[in-house]
């Protein structure tokens, strides 16, 4: 049974930052591409970053572009999103997917984690 379970998630000042985790279980880890999508109240889930399965490429929403980075570290089944500079516009539920490298139909999701940016 494949697992994705963020953590990391929580109240936040503006300007701050946090550290997202999430971590995978029941699937071979390095055959994902692995992504964070943030879904805010009232609109649509977005992708905000991007890691190929090997790790070897990222992408970014323009709008986290230079404050937001993605890495994973395939010994940990684990992908990170590293936020920085964090504005109330970055308050949301963030989901973990993982996209395999070939047959794209298959993907999973985590269960999300909220990042609240308030003062």
């Known amino acids: 049974q494949v697992q994705l379970v963020e953590s990391g998630g929580g109240l936040v000042q503006p300007g701050g930052s946090l550290r997202l985790s999430c971590a995978a279980s029941?699937?071979?880890?390095?055959?994902?591409?692995m992504s964070w999508y943030r879904q805010a109240p009232g609109k649509e889930r977005e992708l905000v970053a991007w890691?190929?399965?090997?790790?070897?490429?990222?992408n970014f929403a323009d709008s986290v572009k230079g404050r937001f980075t993605i890495s994973r570290d395939d010994a940990k089944n684990t992908v990170f999103l590293q936020m920085n500079f964090l504005t109330p516009e970055d308050t949301a539920v963030y989901y973990c997917n993982a996209r395999h490298r070939v047959r794209y139909s298959i993907q999973y999701w985590g269960q999300g984690t909220q990042v609240t940016v308030s003062s």
């Open positions: 890691t190929t399965s090997n790790g070897g490429s990222t």
């Open positions: 029941g699937l071979t880890f390095s055959n994902y591409a």
